[in-house]
C-alpha cells in the first residue's frame, strides 16, 4: 500500500542551524501538507501545497519557513535558522485528486530537537 | 476560530466497547476524521464521516455525528489490547484544505 514517507526520523540541531526535513508524499497526490506537534500539545497545521505554491499557511509559518517540491517525488521544508521552540515533531501529509473519499495521508514524522 | 475538544483519557478493559467522544466549534466543518497514533508512529487515518451523515460503521468502529451539538463519537467494539493509543478527531471545511486536530484522547485497555 502507498504511503508517506519521511527522512530523518530524528534531527538533532544547534540552535541558529537551518534544518531541510523531506517527505516523500504518496505518489498521484496533489496536495501537500506540513503540520507539527509540540511535546503533549495538540497536531498544529503550518502549510499546504498545491499546484507549486503554497494554498495557505499559518501564523507559525512566519519567514523562518519555507516549502519546496524540488522534483516530482520530494516536498521539504526549511527552517532557516531553528530556535529552542522549534523542538516538535514534523508531520508531513498528502491527499490526492479531489473527491468525496480522499483524505490526508501522514507520514510516521520527523522529531525536530533544537539545542 | 476553530476548536476541536476531546476528553484526555478513557481506560477500558478487553473485549468491552470503548466510545470517544469529540466536540467541534466549526458549524462550516464539512469532513470529520478519526486518526491512531501509536507510540513513536505517525498519525494513521481510521474513518472518516461527511456532515451530511449520521453514522457510519466500519468492521468494529462506528462513527456517530450530531450536527446540530457538533458532537463526533468514535465506538470501538470488542476493544483489543492493540487498540491502545492515542486518538485524535480532526475537521475540515474543504477538501484540500487544513485539518484542525482535537488534543487526542489517551486509550488504554486492560487484558
Known amino acids: 500500500e502507498p504511503e508517506v514517507t519521511q527522512t530523518p526520523s530524528h534531527q538533532v540541531t544547534q540552535m541558529g542551524q537551518e534544518v531541510i526535513l523531506r517527505c516523500v508524499p504518496i505518489?498521484?497526490?496533489?496536495?501537500f501538507y506540513w503540520y507539527r506537534q509540540i511535546l503533549g500539545q495538540k497536531v498544529e497545521f503550518l502549510v499546504s501545497?498545491?499546484?507549486?505554491?503554497?494554498?495557505?499557511k499559518s501564523e507559525i509559518f512566519d519567514d523562518q519557513f519555507s516549502v519546496e517540491r524540488p522534483d516530482g517525488s520530494n516536498f521539504t521544508l526549511k527552517i532557516r535558522s531553528t530556535k529552542l521552540e522549534d523542538s516538535a515533531m514534523y508531520f508531513c501529509?498528502?491527499?490526492?485528486?479531489?473527491?468525496?473519499?480522499?483524505?490526508?495521508?501522514f507520514g510516521p514524522g520527523t522529531r525536530l530537537t533544537v539545542l | 476560530g476553530e476548536d476541536v475538544e476531546q476528553s484526555l483519557f478513557l481506560s477500558v478493559r478487553e473485549g468491552d466497547s470503548s466510545v470517544i467522544n469529540c466536540t467541534y466549534t466549526d458549524s462550516s466543518s464539512t469532513y470529520l476524521y478519526w486518526y491512531k497514533q501509536e507510540p513513536g508512529a505517525g498519525l494513521q487515518l481510521l474513518t472518516y464521516i461527511f456532515s451530511n451523515m449520521d453514522m457510519k460503521q466500519d468492521q468494529r468502529l462506528t462513527v456517530l455525528l450530531n450536527k446540530k451539538d457538533k458532537h463526533l463519537s468514535l465506538r470501538i467494539a470488542d476493544t483489543q489490547t492493540g487498540d491502545s493509543a492515542i486518538y485524535f478527531c480532526?475537521?475540515?471545511?474543504?477538501?484540500?484544505?487544513?485539518?484542525?486536530f482535537g488534543a487526542g484522547t489517551i486509550l488504554r485497555v486492560k487484558s
Open positions: 505518489s498521484n497526490h496533489l496536495y
Open positions: 480532526a475537521e475540515t471545511e474543504e477538501y484540500g484544505n487544513k485539518l484542525v
Open positions: 501545497f498545491y499546484n507549486n505554491e503554497i494554498s495557505e
Open positions: 501529509a498528502s491527499s490526492g485528486l479531489q473527491g468525496a473519499t480522499d483524505t490526508q495521508y
